[in-house]
Structures are given as C-alpha cells and as structure tokens.
DNA sequence: AAATCACAGTTGTATGATAACATGGCAACA
DNA sequence: TGTTGCCATGTTATCATACAACTGTGATTT
C-alpha cells in the first residue's frame, strides 16, 4: 500500500485509480483473501484523497465481488472464484502471448459452438448467415461495413447453439479480440485474403446447412487458423 | 425510473440498489445506450438518497461498462457490448436450461483444456495431477476433501494450458456451476460413482501423461457425460 | 461467573461547500 | 455579418464534516 497520486493526474476518477491500486494489491499477493483491507480514514490519507473517493473505489470493488464490508467491522478480501463477475484487464492485453491466450480461447468457443449450430440451426438461422455472408460479399475489404457483416456471421453461429451463455461468453472475449486487434493499428488487406476468408466461411456455412457437426468444427477451427496468419499470430497447434 | 426505495430496507446497501434500479431501467429499455440519465442530484431524490449514495451506484455501473460520464455534462448510458465485465445471473440460474447451458459451456472450455494440457503439461503439472487423485482416493465419496481434490484435478488439468484467461474463464464457470450443484440440493452417491469417476480420471491423467491431446479430450468428453448423467442432465450430444 | 453497560472504533448515510468543466447567451469588436 | 471573449448557469468531481448504526472490548454490576 504504497503508492501515491498526484493531483495533476488529469485523467480516470481518483476512485478508479483507487480502485486498481487496492485489485493490485489483490493480485500481487500483498493482500489475500480473508485480510482486512485498511480503514476508509486510512486508505483516504495514504492515497492522499477524501473518504468520498475510497468508498466509491470500494463500492467498485465490492460489486466485483473482490472485497465485502461489514459495518461496524470493516472490509476484507473475499474468495476471488466467489466473484459473480468476470473482468479482464485491457492492460495486460497487450502483451503478446496474453492475446494469444485470448485468441486460442475464442478459439475453442468458437469451434464448440461451430458444431453445436450444426445440430440446432433453424432454417432462421441459415438466412442470417447466408445474409451475413452476401453482405461480406459485396463489402470492400476491411471497410466497417466488412466488419460489421463478419461480427454478424460470428454472432449468427453461436446465436444458432441455442446457448446463451455461449453466446454471451463469445461475443465478451471476440469484442476483447477485436479491440485488441484495433489497438495494435493497422490493418493492411488484399483482394487475396478477402477470397480466402470468404471462402472459409462459404465452407462453415456449407457444413452448418448440412447439419454436420464434425465438418462445421474444422472448418471453423480452419478459419481461426487462417485469421491468426493474417493477424500475425503463428499457430502451432491443431 | 419510477422505482421508490424504503429506508426499511435492511440488507444490500442503498447504492446496489440504486445500481440495479438503473440497471434494470437499461435492461428493460427505458433507457436506451446515449441516453442521458437525470442529474446525480435528481437520481438522490428520486431515490430518497443522498448524492454519495447515488455516486456510489454510478461508480460501480461506470466499472461495469454500463454507463460512462464527463464531468460538467452528465452521465451517458454506454453501448452494452463493450462492457469489460462479465456477470451471471445467479436467479436466472436456477432454470434447468439455464443449467444445461452452462455445463455445456464448461464442457467446451474442459475439453479444449485437456487436449491442450496434453500438449504443454510440464512434470510438475503431472505431479499436481496425480497427488489431487491419490487425494480423491483416499476421501471418503461427496466428502469435502473428495470435492476438493476433484476441484484440485480440475484447476491442475488447466493450470497446465499455460493459458491464462482460459484458467480464468474456466474456473469462473466451473464455480458457477458447482453453486448450481450445491443449490439444488441433495447428492447422494453411491461406491459406484465414486470408481466409475475415479476411472474416468485416470484416463484422463494417462492421455495427458502420454501427451496425447485426441485421447485426453475424448477421456474429458466422457467424464463429463458421465458427471452430467451423475447430475441429473441427460445428455444428447457427443 | 455471568450478564450488563459504557465506550471507542468502523462503516453507512446525509449535507453543504468548492473546484473543474461544458454550454449557451450576450456584448464588444472587426 | 460574423467572430471573439466573457459571464452565468448547470453538471460532475472532490472535499470536509457530522451523525446514525453497528461491532467488539473491557469494566462494572449483579
């Protein structure tokens, strides 16, 4: 519990710097679950900051379930897998093997679901792909609406597992992929890989139409393999 | 944003409630994302709370991606998708589906897990995995020793992914889960449960030992029927 | 010895004040 | 006309203080 603010800090709230400063302490060990965190009073003037500004840190993290505060007693770190919520710290993302972590996690969402659409697809659901894909089709490469139409494929895919926790958990680490991606820059793409990529997903399609749950997997899991290479990423296994 | 709270209300503090009240005015649509919410001073009264009380509510929905806000304009309902934060709904939970659901999530993270654990496990990975077993041996079946020991194989089986947000996301769930198991109530197992898993384990430490990531996610396949058999699911897919 | 009570410490809430920032109106000026 | 600069107003961000509710402890009383 060290660390100082400056006032000049002109830029998050002074309760989320708070905030981050308590989870890294959290993290780093220095504080483990059971501890009693420090009085508000305290915390306030180690941080150099009012009372006001600790609560709202620690309401913030109360609702990420990483502390509990009792009245009268004070506030203690919980059980981090009690935590209802699940956060990711877009920081620690730019790493390189953290995106590959992420992007290999995506991954074997979105080969599951790949197959779990094959056996559940509505005839609903195929429309929305075959639209999905025209709309890439007529789009130029890496234009927004490009992106839009292949988000809507991804998205149609795991809307058709009829799972929507697996849907929520997809589109949560395929936007985390996505803004990653974005914030490493520039995109640079040719004709080439537009057919390719539209080939790739005529071939997903084709195997969720059939209803055959094996093929959509590979071919799915083939796609990620392809869009690891055009984002950079060597890809070693299966 | 016609919700009235009472001061008898003894229980979650007043920002949750006020948080869930705003939350629940964004989920029902009564507040659509770039929508302005009234002034913090205007929420205090509506709410019957002090301002504090509100900020504290909007500090926690502000971490949760729900709304954003620019000192001397207001606070802004934001876009749901780029939330960097991920909840269940323990309520919604308790449906069967709902359930179903999740299993069916862990499931997708549990196999990829083992065929990668396969690939990168260390000697110390196998280690950890054939102490949690020994332990799962010799405790008595449901016991907590035997349930943590099971947990123990579990974490060490992604511990060996080398895959961060995968551990992550896979215990985040698998704890989901297990509160649903818990919840629902009585587990009684026989003897024969408890050899039946134990088999099913062991397969799974052979794949992984011999480095075989087909065999270990088939074996991881197969526990996890067979645990949702134990559970009370039917299984219909492979 | 056990129950009760007083008290200090802590969190929960309320209230008022000030600083920082955004916006629109208005006057002065070119 | 149109542009600039200033000012008033409204909002969030922060600070400071006070009080209520609750907890734990130790002294006091029974």
New interface residues.
């Given amino acids: 519990m060290t660390l100082k603010l400056d006032k000049v800090n002109r830029g998050p709230?002074l309760?989320?710097l708070v905030?981050s400063s308590i989870s890294r302490e959290i993290a780093h060990g220095r504080l483990n679950p059971g501890d009693q965190l420090p009085t508000e009073q305290a915390l306030a003037t180690t941080f150099g900051v009012s009372r006001?500004v600790v609560?709202?840190?620690i309401?913030?993290l109360?609702?990420?379930g990483r502390i509990w505060s009792q009245q009268g007693r004070g506030a203690f770190v919980a059980n981090v897998?009690?935590?209802?919520?699940?956060?990711?710290d877009?920081d620690a993302l730019q790493q390189a093997d953290?995106f590959k972590?992420?992007f290999?996690?995506r991954?074997?969402?979105e080969?599951?679901?790949a197959a779990?659409a094959a056996?559940r697809r509505t005839d609903a659901d195929l429309e929305a792909l075959k639209s999905a894909l025209t709309a890439m089709n007529t789009a130029p490469y890496g234009s927004v609406a490009w992106l839009k139409a292949d988000l809507e494929f991804h998205r149609a895919i795991v809307a058709a597992t009829r799972?929507?926790?697996?849907e929520?958990?997809l589109?949560?680490?395929s936007?985390?992929v996505r803004e990653s991606i974005l914030a490493a820059g520039d995109q640079q793409g040719s004709d080439d890989m537009a057919s390719t990529t539209l080939g790739e997903h005529n071939r997903i399609l084709d195997a969720i139409t059939a209803g055959d749950?094996n093929a959509a997997q590979e071919a799915m899991q083939l796609h990620l393999n392809g869009a690891a290479r055009r984002v950079g990423l060597r890809i070693d296994?299966?």
Same sequence: chains 1, 2.
């Fill in positions: 709230h309760s989320t905030a006001n609560r709202e840190a309401a913030r109360r609702s990420e897998a009690n935590s209802p919520v699940l956060t990711i877009h953290a972590s992420l290999e996690l991954g074997a969402l080969v599951k679901a779990l056996e799972n929507s926790y697996m929520q958990f589109i949560f680490v936007e985390r749950a296994d299966l």
